[in-house]
């Protein structure tokens, strides 16, 4: 649970950005690595109000296709069916047969290409996305067809090893292999698509694009056939008018939308962007890592993550802006670890402990030697560019297996997070906002003012070590977005009162009486030290309002939190065979061995709960018994409109964001239940 669950909020639920919707992950300004956006798998038979509307003729995307694309089926097909999809997401397994049906009965008529759609809550879609592509650049079309198949069939085994296993049984050159994933070599390609569908309005797997029609999620045979059908009329149409069969696809598409938002009103703002000249309030702890002198005129906030290749690329970029404005400008380090990169919170654990031992010198020589190698990141090779510099390798090793700067390192995400920066690299110049590996010109335009702006204030009076705490003490605390025509600057931050209409799933599990007049539902996370931290606050919430609150229990396991979804699902097991006091109790030991949980770990713990069949909670977490209804309360938390990560409560409908003290939620509890008279 976060201190203000804005933090995941934002990594999981913000559009270019900031813009809290429906999207997939994509490059920030300038080239950069963001954590995903929401987006959906859909209920099998897509997201509810996805589809476009129809205006006379059919409405088109334009949906382009190259060779870049993994396809089935010949390129000059009169039918070209693009589907957006992942290799976790069970509704894209699915839908596959009805794709063979398809190519099968419309043979030589209908090609399929892939466009890769990795959602951000399935944690092994990224990789398996990345080896997919990689045997498309080795293997073209049949290695990547090849793989595809493998991948699917293994859906629940994507791991690194067996993503490796599959890739030799395939035949490929496993050096490439290892260094494509090492890398993320194949990463802008992957962003590209998502950036399309974002654009488009694919916002879930599976999502299809017919001839530029739009069709979401694993729909009947008889519906896809209704389409094809129609498209091969007008294909015909065409054909007899003179089109060669290979222009068919180009033809139909001319004129098509490029995009799935609606022509704005002439009374409605225009769509909103960050706004560039907000400030926002960026305070530091005192201890991070920076080059520069502590009284610089101009703080540069960077948020970046050790195996981010656009966090690389702009190393150069930051080096000749230390060059150029010498003792005026400082870089303070932040850390963004992202979900989807496994080796980069190891990598900023080992550099924050040669902070440690050695401060700002033994952290920048670690920076610089980690990027340096930034393919070859690993625990050996960790330990081994420790050792290079110096470090006492016993508490090096002591705070990998620890996990010893957790907290410093989430509270910097949720600090950044907070305010919009949810990709890497981020920076905040004097508390204003870019993004992404910007060229020195950027940099410069920007610093250039702020330092027009610092010298005003030491003008005024104001120390130069106080300058910057000048320059941000009225900033901002979320993002503020700026659009053209009528639209104001506006944070993103929800009404105190606003309500969220979150149904609660049948037989979730609770404490307190079904008919309490104040209902909570707790999205939380096993792994979350902010969850754990907020324990004691809801047992006091509970005993002060006893008879008259209830607590629903609902699964938010972020995606950087690898034991959570397994955590979570044990705890169902415990509460299908236990109901709701067998549940809490084993909630609570949990999170008292927060630190330790593994598959051996949940077995101890439901043991000592006692009255647990055993055979049956193992079979249990074998076969995902629960992963649906897990996956369930995380999707309606981020259907639910509002901005949430963990902790995150909503009292009868009203959000109430990350670990906070007894007196926010009583405030809330005490206005729900003076209206409660009032009815």
């Not at 995009?259 to 909103?272: H, I, L, M």
């Amino acid at each position: 649970m976060s201190k203000t669950s804005s933090f995941i909020a934002i990594l999981i639920a913000a559009v270019g950005g900031f813009v809290v919707g429906h999207m997939t992950g994509k490059a920030g300004l300038g080239g950069g690595d963001s954590t995903a956006g929401v987006a959906e798998e859909g209920d099998g038979l897509g997201e509810p109000g996805a589809a476009v509307a129809e205006a006379g003729d059919h409405v088109r995307f334009r949906v382009p296709v190259t060779s870049k694309q993994p396809s089935k089926g010949p390129a000059d097909a009169l039918v070209t069916i693009v589907v957006f999809s992942e290799f976790e997401c069970p509704f894209c397994a699915r839908v596959l047969p009805t794709e063979e049906q398809l190519l099968k009965e419309y043979d030589g008529k209908v090609r399929i290409v892939w466009r890769n759609n990795p959602l951000p809550f399935h944690k092994n879609a990224v990789p398996a996305a990345q080896l997919a592509m990689e045997a498309f650049e080795q293997g073209g079309n049949e290695k990547f067809w090849k793989l595809h198949d493998v991948l699917f069939a293994n859906q629940r085994q994507l791991t690194r090893e067996n993503l490796e296993r599959f890739a030799k049984e395939a035949g490929l050159d496993m050096a490439k292999v290892k260094e494509a994933l090492d890398s993320d070599k194949h990463m802008d390609a992957i962003k590209a698509d998502q950036a399309l569908a974002d654009q488009i309005g694919a916002r879930g797997t599976p999502n299809f694009f017919i001839n530029g029609r739009q069709l979401v999620g694993a729909q009947p045979v008889e519906r896809f056939k209704e389409i094809v059908d129609d498209e091969l009329k007008r294909a015909e149409a065409l054909l007899k008018k003179g089109t060669a069969k290979k222009d068919v696809y180009a033809t139909l598409l001319r004129g098509a939308k490029a995009g799935a938002a609606p022509e704005p009103a002439a009374d409605r703002p225009q769509p909103s962007r960050p706004d560039p000249s907000a400030v926002y309030k960026i305070e530091l702890a005192g201890n991070e890592p920076q080059k520069g002198p502590n009284d610089a005129l101009v703080t540069i906030v960077e948020v970046s993550d050790f195996q981010c290749p656009f966090c690389n690329r702009v190393n150069g970029t930051l080096k000749q802006v230390l060059e150029h404005y010498g003792k005026d400008v400082r870089i303070v380090w932040w850390n963004n670890p992202l979900p989807f990169h496994k080796e980069a919170g190891p990598a900023a654990t080992v550099a924050l402990e040669a902070y440690a031992q050695g401060g700002n010198d033994k952290f920048w020589a670690m920076h610089d030697k980690i990027f340096a190698n930034q393919s070859q990141i690993n625990r050996e090779n960790l330990e081994a560019w420790a050792k290079e510099l110096g470090l006492d390798m016993a508490k090096v090793k002591q705070a990998l297996d620890t996990n010893k700067y957790d907290e410093v390192i989430k509270s910097q995400q949720q600090k950044a997070a907070q305010v919009g920066a949810r990709g890497t690299p981020a920076f905040f110049i004097n508390g204003r906002f870019v993004s992404g590996a910007q060229p020195f010109d950027s940099f410069k335009s920007v610093i250039d003012e702020e330092l027009a702006r610092a010298k005003k204030i030491v003008d005024g009076g104001v120390p130069r070590a106080r300058v910057y705490a000048e320059a941000i003490k009225d900033g901002k605390t979320s993002p503020v977005m700026v659009g053209g025509g009528n639209a104001r600057p506006q944070p993103s931050a929800p009404a105190p009162d606003q309500r969220y209409n979150i149904a609660i799933p049948a037989g979730a599990p609770s404490i307190g009486p079904a008919n309490a007049p104040i209902v909570i539902q707790e999205f939380s996370d096993y792994q979350c030290p902010f969850c754990a931290r907020v324990l004691p606050t809801i047992d006091q919430i509970l005993e002060t309002y006893k008879g008259k609150v209830r607590v629903v229990w609902r699964d938010l396991p972020l995606d950087f939190h690898r034991e959570a979804n397994p955590a979570a699902q044990a705890a169902r097991e415990i509460y299908r065979q236990g109901g709701n006091e067998k549940f809490w109790k084993y909630n609570k030991l949990l999170f008292e061995n927060q630190r330790e949980l593994g598959r051996a770990k949940y077995e101890e713990l439901a043991a000592q709960i006692g009255g647990i069949n055993m055979d049956e909670f193992r079979k249990a977490l074998d076969t995902e018994r629960h992963k649906a209804a897990v996956d369930a309360d995380y999707q309606a938390a981020l259907q639910s409109g509002a901005r949430v990560g963990t902790p995150a409560f909503f009292i009868n409908g009203r959000l109430v964001s990350g670990a906070q003290p007894f007196e926010s939620f009583k405030a809330v509890i005490d206005d729900e239940l003076e209206k409660a008279k009032k009815k």
